[in-house]
């Protein structure tokens, strides 16, 4: 039972991970023309892989390249419908008609060519239907599309018969963006991130030719050019599990480094249930012994006995194969919540696990694991000698016995305690991230997305409250991971540097309890409220060379090459994520660019400040939802949180895993070794040995095997740490103390187990023990 419930332990992250890589795998099958789709990439020297390109390349490559059936291009469409007083969300993509000839998505109700042949038309997913009008006919009617225009519903979009790594609500005529103010788009060689271009090839071979055009096609549109793109094309079913690629117009795919990640702790928790089917099945041979001494006594070779017990060991693991089925039934939930595949959109449906295809690879799986994990076993088993079984007098010492066992029993152990630790250090960072000093104040900051409206009505409306002492805004908000960059030089530098840039409006130093260390804070109605000037931080008045902050007012640098004034510089903070030391930083007056607003509330009335922000939203915009929070909020959701947290889970879960299969080694291997000393045992209390001592006794061979588990799993995890710690800008330091206080917990543990099996031994009848054979 031991042997099956730790198989199936390790089985079930395994296949969870195997489900994870099939369903991503499968996305975009259901295509019919899916091995000849194509998606073109693009990248600048140096730079990321983009998953868009110019719009203009889809005509050229139908000019140069004969064997392309057919191309469309693809903008990406993020908007709120407003309807009946209510603004529901909405992404979408703008396509060409050849969408589906290309795909093979259907649409319902109408000719859907002939909706994306026309501006100002969409369809609508069946879903996003019902979300918009309910039970009403949605075909001919109007929808409005914030920020986009008034389009017609000229049809509706069948539910896709399986994954896709494009995922959208409408599909809007891509016409529309030739009738709008984006026409210009249509023809700018260096937009690189607005449209995505896919292409169907009269078949896979065409690559090759593609490849070379792309080829030709930048060097001659970008001669000459310090700016260069160039192109490289990528398998449909590339896509969802491929390569990281910024820009993506739809959905993520799945990088393959996490797939990496994921693989290798499935193997990690997978080799501690093959140890322990190793350890537990050659230490069960002490009493098979007389079975296999009168198999081989009846004739039966090693060979025949090498095959019996592979076959054992192939039943068990497929009977855990049942075990791990209800185990996968609360994994996947679990594995399905985790920030990262949330965000990748890469959940794990409950279907995947009844196709019979992956069925038919579990089983295989489980077979192979079975036979991997037997093998060992099987070859000892077989090399018993008869005469020797059958005395009973078989032994198991040496390298291929009793070390073996407690070197796969400690190795257990010791890969346990790593997991353990690194979760508890991954919590204590978490934590950090939370409560750690930013440079500005933190508490009863509240943020709220303008969702397009004016920062001055909205500070006017709250001015009424007692509870809110200030209300500025800003274009991105701090520690979000949203960010925008500038290039920042000044007279005699040979190369501009790069520069975080943010907008700001109003008080915003105020708010944020900003230290101005020299000069003037950009606000209305001040000397430097203009665009001209700026606001810089400490570390790119140093990294520009202009001295002290005193000396820096003043003082000219260029921005994106335009003259700018250095109106003031503020104390250094973090305002980005904690990956990376603070860097150069300016803030400017860009009233166009706000988006957020960041409002102080008075000192410990943040829930009442938020009462009131939502009550006065409601009055400004009811069609639209409040998107307010505590500051301490979106510390929790942004994207470097988000990993952590996810990592803790993850890693949480192999932790979990790792160390009841452990225990359940160790328990195993107490029991059989209790039961191989059940006579001295016996000697030792008939001879006046209390059951104290015979615990001591029988537990000091685990002890001293916990005690080596633990020497080197805590200099490991130590030295593990301080590595991936180094991420970290702000950073806790591994305490001594913690790690050896969670190793104390964890040993304690291993040894209450092994001690169950000696006091069961302490207790039993020494005449009875004596008697035993």
């Known amino acids: 039972m031991l042997t099956v419930l730790s198989l199936a332990l390790g089985m079930a992250v395994c296949l969870l991970i195997l489900t994870f890589i099939w369903a991503q795998k499968s996305a975009d099958r259901f295509h019919t023309q899916s091995d000849r789709v194509v998606r073109v990439l693009s990248s600048e020297e140096g730079g990321f892989l983009l998953a868009a390109t110019p719009a203009p390349l889809a005509s050229a490559l139908a000019l140069e390249v004969p064997g392309i059936e057919a191309s469309v291009r693809l903008g990406q469409l993020r908007s709120q419908v407003l309807q009946d007083g209510a603004a529901i969300e909405v992404t979408g993509l703008y396509a060409e008609p050849s969408f589906f000839d290309v795909f093979s998505f259907e649409g319902t109700g109408g000719d859907p060519r002939a909706v994306l042949s026309e501006p100002y038309q969409v369809l609508l997913s069946a879903s996003a239907a019902a979300t918009i009008f309910g039970t009403a006919d949605p075909i001919g009617q109007t929808i409005t599309l914030e920020g986009q225009g008034d389009f017609v519903v000229g049809g509706l979009l069948a539910e896709p018969p399986g994954a896709s790594h494009l995922r959208f609500d409408i599909l809007a005529s891509f016409a529309t963006l030739a009738a709008s103010d984006r026409r210009a788009d249509l023809t700018d060689w260096d937009n690189s991130r607005s449209f995505a271009t896919y292409l169907l090839l009269d078949r896979p071979e065409t690559s090759a030719r593609l490849s070379d055009a792309l080829s030709a096609i930048s060097n001659r549109t970008y001669a000459g050019q310090d700016r260069r793109l160039s192109f490289q094309i990528q398998p449909l079913h ?366 410990g009335a943040s829930e009442m400040a938020l009462s009131r922000v939502r009550s006065a939203w409601a009055t400004l915009d009811p069609a639209r939802p409040v998107e307010v929070a505590r500051f301490e909020t979106q510390l929790s959701e942004n994207p470097l949180s988000q990993i952590v947290g996810a990592s803790i889970r993850l890693i949480g879960i192999v932790a979990a895993f790792a160390v009841l299969i452990s225990l359940l080694g160790l328990l195993g291997m107490a029991a059989y070794h209790v039961e191989t000393r059940v006579k001295e045992v016996g000697v030792r209390k008939v001879l006046g040995a209390t059951r104290r001592e015979v615990v001591v006794v029988l537990s000091s061979t685990f002890a001293r095997i916990v005690g080596v588990a633990t020497a080197v799993a805590v200099p490991l995890a130590w030295l593990a740490s301080e590595r991936w710690l180094e991420l970290f800008a702000i950073r806790i330091e591994p305490s001594p103390w913690l790690l050896a206080g969670c190793a104390l917990v964890m040993s304690a543990l291993a040894l209450s187990v092994v001690a169950s099996q000696a006091l069961r031994a302490a207790a039993t009848d020494p005449v009875r023990a004596l008697r035993s054979d």
């Open 238 to 603: 590339d896509i969802a599990l491929g390569l990281l690629i910024s820009n993506e117009i739809s959905t993520f795919s799945t990088p393959l480094v996490l797939v990496a990640l994921l693989a290798a702790l499935g193997l990690v928790v997978m080799l501690t249930a093959g140890f322990n089917y190793v350890s537990l099945s050659t230490a069960r041979s002490i009493r098979r012994a007389g079975e296999i001494g009168m198999r081989k006594t009846l004739g039966a070779g090693r060979g025949q006995i090498a095959a019996q017990f592979l076959t054992e060991a192939v039943l068990i693991a497929l009977g855990a194969l049942v075990v791990t089925y209800g185990l996968l039934l609360w994994l996947v939930p679990a594995f399905n919540g985790l920030a990262p595949v949330q965000l990748l959109g890469a959940q794990i449906s409950a279907g995947h696990l009844f196709d019979p295809r992956l069925i038919g690879l579990f089983v295989a799986f489980s077979v192979v694991v079975g036979l991997v994990a037997g093998l060992y076993p099987a070859a000892v088993l077989a090399r018993f000698s008869p005469m020797a079984a059958l005395q009973s007098r078989h032994s198991t010492t040496g390298f291929s016995g009793k070390w073996l066992r407690h070197g796969l029993i400690g190795a257990q152990f010791a890969l346990a305690l790593f997991f353990v630790l690194t979760t508890v250090l991954l919590v204590a960072q978490s934590r950090q991230l939370l409560h750690a000093d930013y440079g500005f104040e933190t508490d009863d900051l509240l943020t709220l997305q303008l969702q397009g409206q004016d920062i001055e009505v909205l500070r006017n409306e709250l001015a009424r409250y007692p509870e809110i002492v200030g209300v500025a805004g800003t274009s991105r908000l701090p520690m979000s991971g949203s960010t925008s960059n500038v290039q920042v030089s000044r007279e005699g530098m040979a190369e501009p540097i790069p520069t975080f840039e943010y907008a700001i409006e109003g008080d915003a130093l105020g708010v944020l309890g900003l230290d101005l260390l020299a000069g003037d804070a950009l606000r209305p109605g001040g000397a430097s409220d203009t665009a001209q000037t700026v606001l810089l931080n400490e570390s790119a008045v140093r990294v520009l060379g202009l001295g002290t902050p005193g000396d820096a007012v003043g003082e000219l640098v260029e921005m994106n090459e335009r003259p700018t004034e250095v109106a003031g510089v503020v104390k250094d903070y973090h305002y980005d994520i904690l990956i990376q030391p603070i860097g150069p930083m300016a803030l400017v007056r860009a009233p166009g660019q706000i988006q957020h607003a960041l409002i102080r509330a008075r000192p």
